[in-house]
């Protein structure tokens, strides 16, 4: 029942060429930036893993991070809701080129499709995007007078996540807005793999306070004084 792992590289080991990723976080707010650049690395030494699909908020910010991976050419389809944030250079340059896909979703049916796909819900209805281009080839069914959109669920190979306070089973709380997509990510991927600023002894973390229980979480990996993706963009910090 141990799911920690001694460090980065064991943690993000396994990560194969064409994979759904989902990747935690809101802007920085939760960003498991230290697995991303391991997930890096590994690209870096072997070239693999390639022609991802990533599911995040948003396409990444400045040279780091989300981003790092669209400059390093990992990336083959992002799946989010803010394709432009503070420094969507990594993104838009891709897009522009040909180089990469984009399915634009709004944040609330993101938010959904990703708890849909953790729940077994195949399919739900949502009238957000009836209308738009968004819903061109969708299905429509109209309730109380009133038309939806049906949208699929999201699920994922991976999840990588970033959590305040794990132990070793697994269970998991978070540090405030962190939280976000998380917990909805942990339960849509086939392996959750998590950094945390700390891992305490089992049975520590009061059974009220555990946010994702350790059913959902398949490697943990301490990371004490996680970078801030905020930070480091205003520190003109380049992961690419």
């Known amino acids: ?3 920690t792992v001694a460090g980065l590289p064991e943690a993000v080991a396994g990560i194969e060429d064409g994979m759904v990723v989902m990747i935690g976080g809101f802007g920085g707010a939760g960003a498991p930036i230290e697995l991303i650049h391991a997930l890096i690395d590994r690209f870096r030494a072997t070239g693999s893993p390639k022609n991802l699909t990533v599911i995040n908020n948003n396409a990444g910010n400045g040279r780091i991070g989300i981003a790092a991976m669209i400059d390093e050419g990992m990336v083959a389809k992002m799946v989010c ?11 838009t340059e891709k897009y522009l080129a040909g180089a990469i896909e984009l399915e634009l979703v709004p944040q609330g049916t993101l938010a959904e499709r ?3 796909g953790g729940a077994g819900i195949p399919a739900f209805y949502t009238p957000t995007t009836y209308g738009t281009d ?4 969708k299905p429509v069914a109209e309730f109380e007078g ?8 999201l699920k994922a190979d991976v999840a990588l996540i970033k959590a305040e306070l794990a132990d070793p089973h697994g269970n998991l709380t978070y ?8 917990p909805l990510m942990a339960m849509a991927a086939r392996t959750t793999i998590v950094q945390a600023a700390k891992i305490v002894p089992a049975g520590e973390i009061e059974p009220e306070h ?12 301490e990371v004490r004084d996680a970078a801030q993706e905020e930070a480091l963009i205003r520190a003109g910090v380049e992961y690419a």
Not at 81 to 91: H, I, M
Request: hydrophobic fraction near 40%.
């Open 114 to 116: 990703i708890r849909a």
């Open 134 to 137: 968004l819903a061109k080839g």
């Open 146 to 153: 009133r038309n939806y959109v049906q949208e699929r669920w």
């Open 175 to 182: 540090r405030k807005a962190a939280r976000n997509f998380s």
């Open 1 to 3: 029942m141990d799911k």
């Open 210 to 221: 555990v946010v994702t229980p350790g059913i959902f979480v398949d490697r943990v990996v």
């Open 81 to 91: 809701s803010f394709p432009r944030s503070s420094d969507p250079r990594a993104f």
